[in-house]
């Protein structure tokens, strides 16, 4: 037995999972676990802000499959850490935060005093899968399994050790060498029951419509091709959660992209029988209800996820299969090339016909909105630019507000997994975080992150960290010096009719909705990466060029139409969200 410490235990634990990369702000009480990730191989990744750490670690799982580390030190750090946390349990990223605390002497419960420190696991549990503070030595490596085991079971989210900086840093005679993950966790994919999966072939083949509604968990398990077969065998429409846009490619013929609302709808209404794989049916789905799905008493379900606690949470489920998403579809593949014979194949290709002239048409009203030359430029040249200029499959981080509608509006998913954003929370200022770790998961590509001006003032400071760190993000920073979605909705709420009639308010109708500039190009060049600034839609390409060109980071500050952005398109489907749907 050989002397170690706490954080040498937990960083020979991370380095058996197979992590490569811990996201953090280096300090002292926690010096014994990141010296050691740091001897270990170990990178770690310093944003500028603890909050960062967890955008990054969360994106970085997401593109990766891989475990996403987070780190931060006891008090502040970890005070700062929170609000990431949040968001990542909520977006589902799985995501391991390792925290420093002080001795367990004077904290749990705090003697009264004590320095930087607050009740960090009874703050953290309330927003994550598990949190737990180690106590004492011994039980560091077996709590470290624990929390592996979490991270590793049911739908991913955010999981917590917390660990006081005496047994961080402090040395004990003890065996270093830690378990490997197939002696405590499971490693394998979850196999469906072999019957289920006939039952759901049987149900699939005999319905006269059947739809698939796909959500993340595709992501989570790499599940594209296999969905790809299915939807091709069964001819069905696929629709997916705001999360797993893009698992099939919207090149596809079954594919209904999720910002055509409408035509969504119609889908789910149409459809007899529905296959969710991976999806919650959250409030983004409408929890599965009418009028925006089909009543349960002339639709049934089929659900599969790989966490019990999801199946028929929402919408009442005929048959649920708790299983790996891929090895459910690839069964379910193979049973289904049988019943082709049996299915009424010509009345769903019909169907799916009418849904791609409806999307075609939609599109096509859409896209007048590029015939505006107008300068200040229309937002909705910008997704549209980026797709042109950005390589294919480059992974596109959309932030919140109009920015993001807009962004999502004029983008195309063509490659799985190459879309991130904050689907469930809306949390302004992530981007910046999410592209930064997406550029950590993609060594060697560009990443492409539109977002608003006031969403960009939550973190330019990562700019540096992009700098820094040799990550080549291309911000978009649509500038309308105003919070412009939270603009339109007061507009309709103090004058409804003026708003509709003018469009835009006066400047002292609406209450505290602008704001001042910020020259993010300006901003961008004094932290050392390359700033443009761009007014006129026709000078848009050549900025993004010139700014893949300089091999670095970049910001483009792009001024936009502030009254032309503030009405996005499809913000009233938006608005009804947030309503409990009619339908019994
Ligand atoms: C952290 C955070 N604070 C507040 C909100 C509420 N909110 C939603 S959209 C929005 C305005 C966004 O402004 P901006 O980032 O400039 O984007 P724009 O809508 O102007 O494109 C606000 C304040 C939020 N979603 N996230
Ligand atoms: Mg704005």
Redesign the pocket.
Known sequence: MSETSGGEVLARMLQAEGVEKVFGIIDGTYFGFYSNLHKLGIEIVTPRHETCAAHMAGAYARLTGKLGVCMASNGPGVANLLPGLAVENAEGNRVLAITSCRRPQIVYPDRGGTYQSFDQVGAISHLAKWSHAVVSFDRVAELGRTALRYCWDGRPGVVHLDVPETIMNGKVKAEVSPWQPHQYRRVDRMVPAPGQVELAAEMLAAAELPMIHAGSGIIHADAYDELRRVAELLHAPVTTSWAGRGVLPETSELAIPMPFIPINNEVRNDADLVLTVGSRLGETDWWGKAPYWRHPSEQQMIQVDIDAHILGANKPAALTVQADAKLFLAALAQQLAGLTARMNLDARRRKVAKYREKIAAERAKLDEKLEDLAVPMNPAHVAHACQQVFPEGTVLVAD????AVWTMMFHQARVPNTILSTFKF????AGVAQATGAAVARPGTPICCII????MGFHPQEVETAVRNGLQVVFLV?C?K?????KMNQQFALKPIKTLIRKSLGPDETIKADLGEIRFDELARAMGAHGERVADPRGLKAAIERSLASGGPAVIHVDVDPVK?MWAPGLMHFKDMHQEPKGK
Do not use: E, K, T
Request: hydrophobic fraction near 40%; proline fraction near 0%.
């Open positions: 919140g507000g109009n920015a809306g949390m302004l200022g608003g001006d006031g969403a649509l309308d105003q919070w412009g979605m939270v952005h």
